[in-house]
RNA sequence: UCCUCGGUAGCUCAAUGGCAGAGCAUGCGGCUGUUAACCGCAGGGUUGCUGGUUCGAGUCCAGCCCGGGGAGCCA
């Protein structure tokens, strides 16, 4: 193996050259004198081509023997030919087969989502997974430029932790040496700690939730990045989150282009976010909109266009059925995707139907101190087209940490900003409660252990200052970006209820 | 925990209560600078599990298991 190699995504460089791969059959298309091997390296795929002609008993049958993903390193010229995807591919001359692999499960063909779990080992090698991988390194990158560039310390809150961060959620509990600990479900508290004594930190860590949530948003293990700083207050908080926003969405449209238009991702929208200056809206502006006429109108309008579009759907798919009897077989297949997309949306549509009123009654009955659902938040972005930020929330419906109004004690200094196209909130945090006092009434308010938090209270004993910060949700973000219906594929081994494996 | 939809060949799906099928994948043969290639032949089944109704159950009923979507909770 101790040939130089060649990656695919630099092959312009060797036009006309001879040039090693190294990688995976994806798929192969034989011939009576020509072998057609898409080859996959890591960086992307390429067409080799095995003539009969040019190579030695020996390495032809070698070529006709491959099955899909078996591992090759592969020689031959490199040239540029119109027929090809990217644009070059390789007339082989060499091949030498590392291993035959056996009855490759994930074939080029439609794959129902609870397969492709079970395989989600094998599955990160599709080209889709790949893409979103990809986009969430970019994404990574990025989060971590726009904090590193600022000054900030990326430090490390820990996994595990004696308490309950907000006594809300629930944990998972583990057995720490005979005494009870719990996984993080925020790093937030250590964030304020670590603020004090850095003053602009972010940590980026896993976080764990033990809710038996079962919907596209929600993992029992995900990734969280959570700046903290010191002297900021809500306003400068949003500033930082919507300027990171849109140095992220900037950095990805620009250097991913190519994953993005393999994912089939519409851009419209992120290309409206890569700037900042989201709106910036308040509680109460946001239950005016749940609550009015035109609020109803769109509901209604949702209603009717969903009825208009079932028996649409309904007579097509009528039509192409009875088309596919006598249909040949590339249009055959055209048809059965284009069935299977109606089924689904007529799923989506029967599923919505019986929704809507529920989302009806949510929005428009929403009074001053009721907290937001996810349909909620659905029909308020409908109303941007960028990400909105929603700030001073009913002081009663968050953490006891939260710093309240100085000018209305019911309102709490918190902030969201919730994704548009039905992604919701990717982003949740606030200004904190600097004054040990109220945070020892609040402690108390909400019955929680004083002792747990004694080192949290520390700091507001010494040299206390206003500090602000958020949680970013890495997943959640990557699967708005992407374009994706659920989050599991943003992570390439997701943790949900029901899934620990592989 | 609750609501809702589903589980049939390795995969994707079809089958009025009446002989369990198709396409893909696999194997063999043919054809072609092929693009999810194509054509022919072949192998491949405990219809999620347990029980019930029936002359007869993939189909109807009950319970359980597993999965999809949603509520709550949240990022």
Redesign the pocket.
């Known amino acids: 193996m101790s040939t130089k190699t060649t990656y695919i995504n630099e092959l312009e460089k060797f036009e006309n050259q001879q040039a090693t791969l190294k990688g995976w059959v994806y798929?192969?298309?034989?011939?009576?004198?020509?072998v057609?091997i898409?080859l996959r390296d890591g960086t992307g795929t390429c067409?080799c081509?095995v003539?009969q002609q040019d190579v030695n008993e020996s390495v032809w049958n070698a070529a006709t023997?491959l099955?899909?993903e078996s591992s090759i390193i592969i020689t031959g010229k490199v040239?540029e030919?119109e027929?090809?995807?990217n644009g070059y591919?390789m007339?082989v001359s060499d091949l030498q087969v590392v291993q035959i692999a056996q009855?490759?499960?994930?074939?080029?063909?439609?794959?129902?989502?609870?397969?492709?779990?079970?395989n989600r080992h094998l599955w990160l090698r599709s080209q889709r997974q790949w893409a979103i991988m990809r986009v969430r390194n970019e994404i990574i990158y990025a989060i971590h430029k726009f904090f590193q560039d600022r000054g900030f310390i990326q430090m490390d809150a820990p996994i595990f932790t004696g308490n309950a961060v907000?006594g809300?959620?629930?944990l998972f509990e583990t057995n720490y040496f005979d005494e009870k600990a719990y996984l993080t479900?925020?790093g937030?508290l250590y964030g304020e700690a670590m603020a004090m004594a850095h003053g602009k930190i972010y940590t980026f860590g896993p976080?764990f939730?033990a809710?038996?949530?079962?919907?596209?948003?929600?993992?029992?293990e995900?990734w969280?990045i959570e700046p903290e700083v010191a002297f900021n207050d809500l306003d400068m908080n949003m500033s930082l989150a919507e300027e990171m926003m849109a140095f992220v969405i900037d950095r990805v449209l620009t250097r991913r282009v190519a994953e993005l238009a393999m994912l089939d991702r519409d851009t419209t929208y992120l290309e409206k976010a890569r700037k900042h200056g989201y709106p910036r809206i308040t509680y109460t502006e946001a239950i005016d909109i749940l609550t009015s006429d035109k609020m109803r109108l769109l509901l209604e309008e949702m209603e009717t266009t969903r009825r208009e579009e079932e028996p649409v759907l309904k007579t097509e798919m009528a039509e192409i059925e009875k088309e596919h009897g006598q249909a040949?077989?590339?249009r055959?297949?055209?048809i059965?995707?284009r069935?299977?997309e109606i089924?689904a949306r007529l799923?989506?549509i029967?599923?919505d139907l019986?929704?809507i009123p529920?989302?009806r009654k949510?929005a428009l009955e929403k009074q001053w101190g009721d907290?937001?659902?996810?349909?909620?938040?659905?029909l308020l972005t409908m109303q941007f087209d960028t990400p909105i930020m929603v700030y001073g929330y009913p002081a009663e419906?968050?953490?006891f940490y939260m710093k309240r109004d100085p000018q209305n004690d019911k309102v709490a200094l918190g902030v969201?900003?919730l994704a548009p196209e039905g992604y919701?909130?990717?982003?949740?945090?606030g200004q904190r409660e600097e004054s040990l006092q109220v945070l020892l009434d609040r402690i108390e308010e909400h019955q929680l252990p004083v002792e747990a938090f004694k080192w949290y209270l520390d700091l507001r004993k010494f040299g206390s200052v206003p500090h602000s910060g958020?949680?970013?949700?890495?997943?959640?973000?990557v699967a708005w970006i992407c374009g994706l219906?659920?989050?599991?594929e943003t992570i390439p081994f997701p943790r949900?209820?029901?899934?620990l494996y592989p």
């Open positions: 798929n192969k298309r034989e011939g009576k004198s020509l057609f898409i067409q081509i003539n023997s099955t899909q040239v030919d027929r090809s995807a591919e007339h009855d490759y499960p994930i074939t080029p063909k439609d794959h129902g989502i609870e397969f492709l779990m079970e907000e809300t959620s629930t479900q925020s937030q976080t939730r809710e038996k949530s079962k919907t596209r948003r929600h993992l029992t995900f969280m040949k077989k590339g055959k297949l055209q059965e995707k069935l299977k089924r799923d989506e029967e599923e019986r929704n529920v989302w949510s907290d937001l659902g996810g349909s909620d938040e659905t419906i968050k953490a969201d900003m919701g909130e990717i982003i949740g945090g958020f949680g970013l949700g890495l997943e959640r973000t219906k659920h989050v599991r949900m209820l029901g899934r």
